[in-house]
């Protein structure tokens, strides 16, 4: 098995990731860093995950973003 200590999203949940961003970015930051409807229209964590577990590069995008985030601090 492949070591993945050293993976910040390993062990994470796509919803801890989410949450962990909208702390720092709130909704209007992460609609201004990933143009999503579900960021800037109605946002909410379960509609959010719910479009992001079926929108592969979306969730991408809100994981590199994370990536970035957690390198940043």
Not at 7 to 18: D, E, F, S, V
Not at 19 to 27: G, S
């Amino acid at each position: 098995m492949i070591e993945q200590k050293n993976n910040p999203l390993h062990g994470k949940t796509l919803q801890a990731i989410l949450e962990e961003l909208l702390v720092h970015y709130r909704w209007d930051g992460l609609a201004y860093h990933i143009d999503i409807n579900c960021f800037k229209e109605n946002p909410s964590i379960k509609s959010s995950l719910t479009f992001l577990r079926k929108t592969p590069w979306a969730r991408k995008k809100v994981e590199d973003l994370y990536l970035q985030f957690v390198e940043s601090h």
